[in-house]
């Protein structure tokens, strides 16, 4: 790589990389940002407009069953937000996420059909949505064209056409569209970043890897007594109670594992790589799980990216059947190698003993990892001493806070006021990653392997 190294100090190793993070998501955003404002002038200015920062932002959410309920917790967390209504076609849900609301002093309208909402709440600020896949797309749409911010759950949509359509959406109404790829909000993972393309400290990358491995063998079920009548069901698109709740099994409503776990991590590879992958090749079958599923219960992936550094090859793979050492991802360099999670007891660096030695390596904490030592992966950490105590103690409180918090929190801070803080994950971000994981379907069906074209990651 021709680029000069601008090694990483003791001070940005242990206090964390908020920053970092928040410049190459400036340049993502400052890029997507180029080309709404060439298509759509007049409508981005409507969108930019700041919301005054004491005033409450009114949150609707579509949605709030499993997922959704995280997203209503971790937003109750931050102030200034007001949850006015509630959708979902799920009594269960509603009622359950309602009680939440209304806990926190924060009573809701309760919607079944989304549209009746957006009609009836006519100040909405933001729309959440965590529905099944399939539906975002006419859902983001829907809210967007309202004139309404949203922050939609991964994936985009099951298709490409949904995903597409949503990043002309937003580009087209020049509203916020934030995709719910938590990992681009995390401390941990600029962190991550920086070490590998300011530090340098892998020196020439050359591999990756990623799991999400879990034993996820049954079907959900529902509480007794609490199905949703037959002819609601059919007419809200689900044939049975049982695809209804297993929505990720089917093609019709969700896109199989690799675009329910895999594309949290396959979209670190493409973030990291700055790039998006030239080739991708498969295995994985339905080889263990019963029942009429019609996505692969494992998949193995091999990507090709060709990065600046050269030919990256990063294997991922997703299995349902162990849950052996869980879900990280490994980047692997001819001077070290960084593993990184959501979960924050999988973060260290190793380092291979011809590396040149960095000036904070003693200070770092050193730990036992798989029989080797390690230097942990701290955000942070410990200068909580004089002038930089207070600055110390809220970056450690913020990479504490949970990962899809700290995602919200810069879709709210995004839409108070737009142009000064950039969304972490935009839609054109998260379509590469879309592409990325959808096309895995295609591999399968053409001999396992796939070769992208170029254009096919822009939307
Ligand atoms: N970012 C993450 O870490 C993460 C984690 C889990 C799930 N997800 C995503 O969140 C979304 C939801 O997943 P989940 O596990 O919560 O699924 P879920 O089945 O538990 O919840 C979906 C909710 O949507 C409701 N719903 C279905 N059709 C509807 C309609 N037409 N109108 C209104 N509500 C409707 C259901 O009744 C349910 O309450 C998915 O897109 C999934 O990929 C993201």
């Not at 003791?10 to 920053?19: E, H, I, P, Y």
Request: with cysteine.
């Amino acid at each position: 790589m021709e680029e000069k190294k601008t090694p990483v100090t003791r001070r940005d190793f242990l206090s964390g990389m908020v920053a970092a993070g928040a410049t190459l998501a400036t340049a993502r955003l400052a890029a997507a940002q180029a080309v709404q404002e060439a298509t759509a002038p007049a409508v981005i200015s409507s969108a930019t407009a700041a919301v005054n920062s004491a005033e409450e932002l009114r949150v609707a959410m579509i949605g709030p069953g499993s997922q959704g309920r995280t997203l209503l917790t971790n937003t109750l967390n931050i102030p200034n937000v007001r949850f006015v209504a509630l959708c979902d076609i799920w009594d269960y849900s509603l009622d359950y996420a309602s009680r939440i609301c209304q806990k926190s002093d924060q009573p809701v309208n309760t919607y079944h059909d989304y549209r009746e909402m957006l009609e009836k709440e006519k100040d909405l600020d933001a729309v959440l949505i965590a529905t099944p896949d399939f539906l975002h797309a006419p859902m983001t749409l829907d809210c967007l064209h309202a004139g309404i911010h949203v922050y939609c759950e991964k994936e985009m949509s099951n298709t490409l056409e949904g995903c597409r359509q949503m990043v002309v959406a937003a580009r087209e109404t020049g509203k916020l569209l934030q995709i719910g790829h938590q990992r681009r909000s995390n401390p941990r993972y600029f962190l991550g970043e920086k070490l590998l393309h300011k530090d340098k400290f892998l020196g020439r990358v050359t591999h990756a890897y990623g799991q999400w491995n879990r034993l996820a063998m049954e079907m959900y079920g529902w509480p007794p007594g609490r199905e949703i009548p037959a002819d609601v069901l059919k007419a809200q698109g689900y044939d049975t109670m049982e695809r209804f709740r297993n929505w990720r099994w089917y093609r019709q409503f969700g896109g199989g594992l690799m675009a329910d776990l895999g594309s949290h991590q396959v979209d670190i590879f493409n973030w990291y790589f700055q790039c998006a992958p030239s080739r991708v090749t498969v295995s994985g079958g339905m080889d263990v799980l019963q029942g009429d599923r019609e996505f692969p219960d494992n998949v193995m992936a091999i990507y090709e990216y060709d990065t600046a550094w050269g030919k990256v090859r990063a294997y991922y793979q997703v299995v349902s059947t162990s849950s052996f050492n869980g879900y990280y991802e490994l980047f692997l360099g001819t001077e070290g190698t960084l593993m990184i999670s959501e979960d924050p007891t999988k973060g260290f660096l190793f380092k291979e003993v011809s590396a040149p030695k960095r000036e904070w390596e003693d200070e770092a904490k050193k730990v036992d990892s798989m029989g080797k030592e390690a230097i942990a992966l701290q955000v942070g950490a410990s200068r909580k001493q004089g002038e930089q105590k207070a600055e110390a103690m809220k970056e450690e409180e913020d990479a504490n806070k949970p990962p899809h918090q700290l995602h919200l929190e810069n879709f709210f801070a995004a839409v108070r006021d737009p142009g000064k803080v950039k969304l972490n994950c935009t839609a054109e971000a998260a379509f590469e990653t879309a592409v990325s994981v959808l096309m895995v379907d295609t591999a399968f069906k053409n001999g396992h392997s796939y070769a992208f074209k170029k254009e096919e990651f822009k939307a």
